[in-house]
């Protein structure tokens, strides 16, 4: 199994610009979690999706960010416009549903992308 | 409400020596509990995790946790350190939501 995927794995970008990010889940999962960790603030969640469908979303910080779960091996987190503040570690994790039976399972999580915004 | 409180931001130990890392927890159901580690530069990973089935946890890598209910704690040990255990160590508990709610993390560094 190839993990939870995550591109780009670095972001370089200018204050303004649109930055979109990608995420893989674990095939089979239907949990989708985006993070994001500073060193301030440490490991936040933003959002996450249970069968493609978001479910809570109030860690989301303002309406510039945005997510997405087009389909079950695929979403995007995006920041239009970006800021500088901005600049952090982004994660996606994946698990399989709450409620399966014998749960509560494990998130798994990506390689991070690391975003610049200057 | 869940919530995890990790004490101690910075945890540094000699190689050989005893891990204890400090996890409290505040719930007002029995809670589900959780040990990621975070290398540098990667995702955090499991160590380990406590769904009632026994209170003393054992998980990769030597680690093990116990949970006592008594003290609300779910601190994670290790008899003997090695320098490859440097990383950062989050506590986590679930949320009735299913999502779950890290610690602030802790740092341990491993001194030779």
């Known amino acids: 199994d190839a993990g939870v995927i995550q591109s780009p794995r670095h972001e370089v970008t200018e204050m303004g610009q649109e930055v979109t990010l990608r995420c893989k889940p674990i095939?089979?999962?239907?949990?989708l979690f985006w993070y994001r960790q500073t060193m301030m603030r440490g490991l936040e969640l933003l959002i996450y999706?249970?069968?493609?469908?978001?479910?809570?979303d109030s860690g989301m910080p303002e309406d510039r960010f945005s997510a997405k779960m087009p389909n079950a091996s695929f979403s995007t987190l995006k920041i239009q416009p970006s800021e500088p503040r901005d600049s952090a570690v982004y994660f996606c994790?994946?698990?399989?549903?709450?409620?399966?039976?014998?749960?509560?399972?494990?998130?798994?999580f990506g390689p991070g992308t690391r975003l610049t915004v200057l | 409400a869940q919530s995890v409180t990790q004490l101690g931001s910075h945890v540094s130990v000699s190689e050989g020596a005893l891990v204890l890392l400090r996890c409290n927890y505040s719930?007002?159901?029995?809670?589900?509990l959780f040990w990621y580690v975070q290398y540098p530069n990667q995702g955090l990973q499991l160590l380990l995790k406590y769904t009632s089935a026994a209170t003393l946890v054992k998980g990769i890598n030597g680690f093990e946790a116990e949970f006592k209910k008594s003290e609300t704690s779910f601190h994670l040990t290790k008899p003997s350190a090695h320098m490859s255990d440097a990383a950062e160590y989050f506590c986590a508990v679930v949320r009735s939501q299913g999502n779950l709610i890290f610690g602030k993390g802790t740092k341990l560094s491993v001194k030779p």
């Open positions: 095939s089979g999962h239907n949990s």
């Open positions: 999706f249970n069968n493609n469908v978001p479910i809570d």
């Open positions: 719930s007002s159901v029995p809670p589900y």
């Open positions: 994790a994946s698990s399989p549903s709450w409620g399966v039976s014998g749960g509560p399972y494990e998130q798994f």
